[in-house]
T-cell receptor, first 115, second 114 residues
Framework: KQEVTQIPAALSVPEGENLVLNCSFT??????LQWFRQDPGKGLTSLLL?????REQTSGRLNASLDKSSGRSTLYIAASQPGDSATYLC??????????????FGRGTSLIVHP | SQTIHQWPATLVQPVGSPLSLECTVE??????LYWYRQAAGRGLQLLFY??????ISSEVPQNLSASRPQDRQFILSSKKLLLSDSGFYLC?????????????FGQGTRLTVV
Protein backbone atom coordinates (compact mmCIF):
# COMPACT_ATOMS: atom_id res chain seq x y z
CA LYS A 1 0.00 0.00 0.00
CA GLN A 2 1.33 3.42 -0.97
CA GLU A 3 2.38 5.68 1.89
CA VAL A 4 3.24 9.33 1.44
CA THR A 5 5.22 11.30 4.00
CA GLN A 6 5.76 15.04 4.06
CA ILE A 7 8.50 16.79 5.97
CA PRO A 8 8.43 19.14 7.78
CA ALA A 9 4.90 19.00 9.19
CA ALA A 10 5.04 22.72 9.93
CA LEU A 11 7.25 25.61 8.92
CA SER A 12 7.34 29.24 10.01
CA VAL A 13 9.68 31.59 8.17
CA PRO A 14 10.18 35.30 7.60
CA GLU A 15 9.20 36.80 4.29
CA GLY A 16 11.76 36.52 1.51
CA GLU A 17 13.24 33.14 2.39
CA ASN A 18 13.61 30.36 -0.12
CA LEU A 19 11.83 27.23 1.07
CA VAL A 20 12.11 23.50 0.57
CA LEU A 21 9.20 21.15 1.22
CA ASN A 22 9.80 17.43 1.01
CA CYS A 23 7.60 14.54 -0.02
CA SER A 24 8.52 10.86 -0.04
CA PHE A 25 6.55 7.81 -1.14
CA THR A 26 7.06 4.10 -0.60
CA UNK A 27 5.95 2.64 -3.95
CA UNK A 28 7.80 4.03 -6.96
CA UNK A 29 5.24 2.62 -9.42
CA UNK A 30 3.47 5.94 -9.77
CA UNK A 31 2.02 7.63 -12.82
CA UNK A 32 2.26 11.20 -11.67
CA LEU A 33 2.82 13.41 -8.64
CA GLN A 34 0.85 16.51 -7.86
CA TRP A 35 1.43 19.36 -5.43
CA PHE A 36 -1.59 21.17 -3.99
CA ARG A 37 -2.22 24.18 -1.84
CA GLN A 38 -5.00 24.27 0.74
CA ASP A 39 -6.10 27.42 2.49
CA PRO A 40 -7.90 27.02 5.86
CA GLY A 41 -11.40 25.63 5.42
CA LYS A 42 -11.07 25.51 1.64
CA GLY A 43 -10.64 22.93 -1.06
CA LEU A 44 -7.40 22.00 -2.79
CA THR A 45 -5.81 24.08 -5.52
CA SER A 46 -3.49 22.29 -7.90
CA LEU A 47 -0.06 23.90 -8.12
CA LEU A 48 2.07 21.56 -10.20
CA LEU A 49 1.72 18.18 -11.88
CA UNK A 50 4.82 16.12 -12.64
CA UNK A 51 4.39 13.14 -14.91
CA UNK A 52 6.30 10.00 -14.02
CA UNK A 53 8.64 10.50 -17.00
CA UNK A 54 9.50 14.07 -15.99
CA ARG A 55 12.11 15.34 -13.56
CA GLU A 56 10.69 18.76 -12.72
CA GLN A 57 8.03 21.34 -13.36
CA THR A 58 8.06 25.08 -12.79
CA SER A 59 5.34 27.65 -12.29
CA GLY A 60 6.35 31.15 -11.32
CA ARG A 61 8.18 31.02 -7.99
CA LEU A 62 7.42 27.32 -7.59
CA ASN A 63 9.62 24.49 -8.77
CA ALA A 64 8.90 20.84 -8.12
CA SER A 65 11.30 17.99 -8.75
CA LEU A 66 10.68 14.27 -8.90
CA ASP A 67 13.08 11.39 -8.34
CA LYS A 68 10.81 8.46 -8.97
CA SER A 69 13.40 5.75 -8.34
CA SER A 70 14.19 7.03 -4.86
CA GLY A 71 10.59 7.92 -4.09
CA ARG A 72 11.13 11.61 -3.48
CA SER A 73 9.79 14.96 -4.57
CA THR A 74 10.71 18.44 -3.49
CA LEU A 75 8.77 21.66 -3.80
CA TYR A 76 10.90 24.81 -3.86
CA ILE A 77 9.28 28.15 -3.11
CA ALA A 78 11.45 31.11 -4.02
CA ALA A 79 11.28 34.46 -2.25
CA SER A 80 8.40 33.46 0.02
CA GLN A 81 5.57 35.93 0.67
CA PRO A 82 2.88 36.12 3.39
CA GLY A 83 0.34 35.12 0.74
CA ASP A 84 2.11 31.77 0.43
CA SER A 85 0.89 30.84 3.91
CA ALA A 86 -1.19 27.68 3.53
CA THR A 87 -0.94 23.91 3.82
CA TYR A 88 0.92 22.24 0.98
CA LEU A 89 -0.07 18.70 0.07
CA CYS A 90 1.71 16.15 -2.06
CA UNK A 91 -0.21 13.38 -3.84
CA UNK A 92 1.04 10.47 -5.93
CA UNK A 93 -1.21 8.62 -8.34
CA UNK A 94 -1.08 4.89 -8.80
CA UNK A 95 -3.33 2.38 -10.51
CA UNK A 96 -6.17 0.88 -8.48
CA UNK A 97 -7.82 -2.44 -9.13
CA UNK A 98 -11.16 -0.74 -9.73
CA UNK A 99 -9.85 0.82 -12.91
CA UNK A 100 -8.77 4.30 -11.92
CA UNK A 101 -5.70 6.29 -11.07
CA UNK A 102 -5.94 7.11 -7.39
CA UNK A 103 -4.17 10.05 -5.75
CA UNK A 104 -2.74 9.16 -2.35
CA PHE A 105 -1.95 12.10 -0.12
CA GLY A 106 0.57 13.01 2.50
CA ARG A 107 -0.53 14.87 5.62
CA GLY A 108 0.85 18.14 4.33
CA THR A 109 3.24 20.87 5.41
CA SER A 110 1.64 23.82 7.18
CA LEU A 111 3.51 26.96 6.09
CA ILE A 112 3.39 30.36 7.74
CA VAL A 113 5.30 33.22 6.15
CA HIS A 114 5.37 36.25 8.44
CA PRO A 115 6.10 39.79 7.31
CA SER B 1 -13.70 25.05 -18.95
CA GLN B 2 -14.41 22.44 -16.35
CA THR B 3 -15.83 23.22 -12.94
CA ILE B 4 -16.75 21.15 -9.92
CA HIS B 5 -19.46 22.03 -7.45
CA GLN B 6 -20.05 20.70 -3.96
CA TRP B 7 -22.89 21.47 -1.61
CA PRO B 8 -23.67 22.29 1.05
CA ALA B 9 -20.55 24.14 2.20
CA THR B 10 -21.27 23.48 5.87
CA LEU B 11 -23.61 21.10 7.63
CA VAL B 12 -24.44 20.38 11.26
CA GLN B 13 -26.36 17.16 11.79
CA PRO B 14 -27.43 15.21 14.87
CA VAL B 15 -26.18 11.70 15.51
CA GLY B 16 -28.42 9.16 13.85
CA SER B 17 -29.68 11.48 11.13
CA PRO B 18 -29.22 10.77 7.41
CA LEU B 19 -26.71 12.48 5.16
CA SER B 20 -26.59 13.41 1.51
CA LEU B 21 -23.71 15.39 0.00
CA GLU B 22 -23.76 16.16 -3.69
CA CYS B 23 -20.99 16.83 -6.17
CA THR B 24 -21.39 17.73 -9.83
CA VAL B 25 -18.85 18.35 -12.57
CA GLU B 26 -19.40 20.56 -15.59
CA UNK B 27 -17.54 20.84 -18.86
CA UNK B 28 -16.34 17.27 -19.21
CA UNK B 29 -17.80 13.83 -19.78
CA UNK B 30 -17.14 10.44 -18.21
CA UNK B 31 -14.81 11.75 -15.52
CA UNK B 32 -13.29 9.71 -12.74
CA LEU B 33 -14.91 10.91 -9.51
CA TYR B 34 -13.61 10.69 -5.96
CA TRP B 35 -14.79 11.34 -2.41
CA TYR B 36 -12.15 12.10 0.22
CA ARG B 37 -12.47 12.89 3.92
CA GLN B 38 -10.06 15.09 5.83
CA ALA B 39 -10.34 14.70 9.59
CA ALA B 40 -8.68 17.07 12.04
CA GLY B 41 -4.97 16.35 12.30
CA ARG B 42 -5.09 13.68 9.62
CA GLY B 43 -4.42 13.51 5.93
CA LEU B 44 -6.91 13.08 3.12
CA GLN B 45 -8.46 9.63 3.21
CA LEU B 46 -9.97 8.23 0.03
CA LEU B 47 -13.50 7.00 0.68
CA PHE B 48 -14.93 6.12 -2.74
CA TYR B 49 -14.10 6.46 -6.40
CA UNK B 50 -16.05 5.88 -9.58
CA UNK B 51 -14.99 5.29 -13.18
CA UNK B 52 -18.52 5.40 -14.60
CA UNK B 53 -22.25 5.54 -13.93
CA UNK B 54 -23.22 3.02 -11.28
CA UNK B 55 -19.60 1.91 -10.77
CA ILE B 56 -18.44 2.57 -7.22
CA SER B 57 -15.31 1.32 -5.50
CA SER B 58 -14.95 1.63 -1.76
CA GLU B 59 -11.56 2.03 -0.14
CA VAL B 60 -12.52 1.96 3.52
CA PRO B 61 -15.36 0.05 5.21
CA GLN B 62 -17.49 2.58 7.02
CA ASN B 63 -20.86 4.07 7.75
CA LEU B 64 -21.03 5.80 4.38
CA SER B 65 -22.07 4.91 0.86
CA ALA B 66 -21.71 6.56 -2.53
CA SER B 67 -23.74 6.59 -5.72
CA ARG B 68 -23.30 7.90 -9.24
CA PRO B 69 -26.77 8.21 -10.76
CA GLN B 70 -25.59 10.38 -13.64
CA ASP B 71 -22.32 10.75 -15.52
CA ARG B 72 -21.24 13.92 -13.74
CA GLN B 73 -22.99 13.52 -10.40
CA PHE B 74 -21.50 11.85 -7.34
CA ILE B 75 -23.42 11.54 -4.08
CA LEU B 76 -22.15 10.62 -0.62
CA SER B 77 -24.75 9.28 1.78
CA SER B 78 -25.33 7.82 5.18
CA LYS B 79 -28.46 6.36 6.74
CA LYS B 80 -27.40 7.14 10.30
CA LEU B 81 -24.56 9.49 11.10
CA LEU B 82 -22.01 8.79 13.81
CA LEU B 83 -19.94 11.32 15.72
CA SER B 84 -16.86 9.92 13.98
CA ASP B 85 -18.29 10.96 10.60
CA SER B 86 -17.45 14.58 11.36
CA GLY B 87 -14.86 16.01 9.01
CA PHE B 88 -14.18 17.91 5.85
CA TYR B 89 -15.46 16.08 2.75
CA LEU B 90 -13.91 16.77 -0.61
CA CYS B 91 -15.05 15.71 -4.04
CA UNK B 92 -12.58 15.51 -6.93
CA UNK B 93 -12.49 14.57 -10.59
CA UNK B 94 -9.90 13.61 -13.17
CA UNK B 95 -9.96 12.67 -16.84
CA UNK B 96 -10.93 9.03 -17.30
CA UNK B 97 -8.32 6.69 -18.68
CA UNK B 98 -5.42 9.14 -18.63
CA UNK B 99 -2.57 8.54 -16.20
CA UNK B 100 -0.97 11.93 -16.55
CA UNK B 101 -3.81 14.28 -15.79
CA UNK B 102 -4.47 16.41 -12.79
CA UNK B 103 -7.03 15.84 -10.08
CA UNK B 104 -9.31 18.82 -9.47
CA PHE B 105 -11.08 19.39 -6.19
CA GLY B 106 -14.26 21.07 -5.05
CA GLN B 107 -14.42 23.53 -2.18
CA GLY B 108 -15.47 20.91 0.32
CA THR B 109 -18.25 20.36 2.85
CA ARG B 110 -17.58 20.83 6.55
CA LEU B 111 -19.73 18.25 8.36
CA THR B 112 -20.19 18.42 12.12
CA VAL B 113 -22.12 15.62 13.77
CA VAL B 114 -23.46 16.61 17.19
Amino acid sequence: KQEVTQIPAALSVPEGENLVLNCSFTDSAIYNLQWFRQDPGKGLTSLLLIQSSQREQTSGRLNASLDKSSGRSTLYIAASQPGDSATYLCAVSGWASGGSYIPTFGRGTSLIVHP
Amino acid sequence: SQTIHQWPATLVQPVGSPLSLECTVEGTSNPNLYWYRQAAGRGLQLLFYSVGIGQISSEVPQNLSASRPQDRQFILSSKKLLLSDSGFYLCAWSVHGHSNTEAFFGQGTRLTVV
